[in-house]
């Protein structure tokens, strides 16, 4: 008994961390933990969380019964670890898609793992997910047709995101309206992430074994296993893996047919993510200002072809929305952008919250990385070789930066709305050690169990 005890703490709490950098991200966090909650005393009107900063929605919860479900869920990534059970990427999807459904179960039942984020509601209140609109639709034209007119008027969720993020349940509605079909037809679609992932590391020149691990690692990573079960974000993120993947296969193969398939493909997934939520005008500037580096250092103009098709293509969508269903995108845009910034830009409006949010979203998405991870990830001697590849996520992260600067994700949430930008951090962890890789999967894997058993992270 003692000698399994021994195999599972050396398993999640490894040597090879840098646990020195790991004690100084924690100081700086409860740092600034402390500074805001003084600033709450103080500013009385400062919208971030007054006691579980940086979490923008969190509570604790703790069910009894999701005990069993997370003693599983840690002696699976236990004997995966030590019996290498990720050797074929088959094996790693099962894997990840049974870690991602065990530690959401660990909240105690199938009610709160996967009809809650669909269809819950606050106690006493009405429910504000798109679920509540898109049960409502009897008939898609005369509802999309009057969609500006009522955009204002919609739920909260609803309101200030495209109509794809309501149609793509109410697409599922013809075969179930019952909230736990709608959750595992999100966890299956948002899963494809894990393939993707493994992919983006076989294309970028790693064996196998790295690349699986990788693809464990993603699903494993607190804010992807927390949001993959149920979410619209963690099927944006899956399209948004596409565009990654697409990306890199464009610019390195000489293979005609396969360049004009990935091209196709991800200009597709730039288009219908767009339909999901407005916040992809990230990728629709990572695609160009990367393409414009690559052309102008490189003398490569592979993905600024990607970039004409896929704009080519979102503008025939918006087009032949307008015309057949008199839906109008960028008036759909603007009013979102209007509710959302009810007040004007932010800054001059509310500069202390403007602030305030700003360190918010940074360190929310930071501590929704994993404390490994980020570690590392700031460690000098693990930095990534500076490649083609290591330029598009730091123009990613560059990117997101300034839409943080502009006022975006004011309410925080950030772990969830920014689930996208996980795969463009993973590339810059390509270099390290492999076996380094092992351990931050050991300890991504402990953050997220205690993060599920302990609160809830939906609203």
Not at 171 to 189: C, E, M, N, V, Y
Request: with cysteine; aromatic share 16%.
């Amino acid at each position: 008994m003692m000698k399994i005890f021994k195999g599972v703490w050396d398993t999640f709490f490894p040597v090879d961390l840098p646990y020195r950098r790991m004690s100084i991200l924690m100081f700086i966090w409860f740092f600034v933990v402390v500074l805001n909650y003084v600033a709450r005393k103080i500013f009385v009107d400062m919208d971030t969380p007054r006691l579980y900063f940086p979490f923008s929605v969190f509570k604790v919860s703790f069910e009894a019964s999701g005990i069993l479900y997370a003693i599983i869920f840690t002696f699976v990534v236990y004997f995966t670890i030590k019996y290498k059970l990720y050797s074929n990427i088959l094996n790693t999807y099962i894997l990840g898609i049974s870690l991602i459904v065990l530690a959401n179960m660990s909240l105690g039942n199938l009610e709160l793992a996967f009809i809650k984020p669909i269809s819950g509601a606050n106690p006493g209140s009405i429910g504000l997910q798109y679920y509540h609109d898109a049960i409502k639709i009897d008939s898609l034209q005369p509802w999309l047709s009057s969609y500006n007119a009522s955009q204002e008027f919609l739920l909260e969720h609803t309101r200030t995101h495209p109509p794809g993020a309501v149609l793509i349940q109410n697409l599922f509605f013809s075969i179930s309206k019952d909230p736990l079909w709608i959750g595992a037809i999100f966890l299956f679609l948002s899963s494809i992430s894990i393939i993707l992932v493994y992919k983006i590391f076989i294309e970028l020149g790693k064996d196998n074994l790295f690349a699986n691990k990788m693809a464990l690692l993603y699903a494993l990573i607190p804010s992807v296993n927390i949001y993959s079960l149920a979410t619209v974000d963690a099927i944006i993120a899956m399209l948004v893996n596409i565009v990654i993947l697409g990306i890199i296969i464009i610019v390195d193969s000489k293979e005609k047919k396969r360049i004009v398939f990935w091209g196709i493909l991800s200009a597709m997934a730039i288009t219908a993510a767009s339909y999901l939520t407005f916040g992809l005008t990230f990728l629709w500037a990572v695609v160009g200002v990367y393409s414009l580096y690559l052309f102008y250092v490189h003398k490569n103009k592979k993905i600024l072809i990607l970039l004409s098709a896929s704009g080519i293509l979102m503008l025939i969508t918006v087009a032949v929305l307008y015309q057949v269903y008199n839906y109008n995108y960028f008036e759909s845009f603007f009013t979102a952008s209007r509710l959302m910034n009810p007040h004007g830009y932010m800054l001059f409006a509310e500069p202390l919250n403007y602030f305030a949010t700003r360190i918010e979203n940074i360190f929310e998405i930071a501590v929704f990385l994993s404390l490994g991870v980020v570690a590392v990830l700031t460690t000098i001697k693990y930095r990534s070789k500076n490649d083609l590849y290591h330029t598009l996520a730091i123009i990613a992260i560059g990117i997101l930066s300034l839409m943080f600067l502009a006022g975006a994700f004011h309410t925080g949430e950030t772990a969830r709305a920014c689930l996208f930008i996980v795969g463009f951090v993973l590339i810059f962890l390509k270099d390290i050690p492999s076996s380094l890789l092992t351990s931050l999967i050991s300890l991504a894997a402990l953050q997220t169990i205690l993060m599920q058993v302990l609160g809830d992270y939906f609203w």
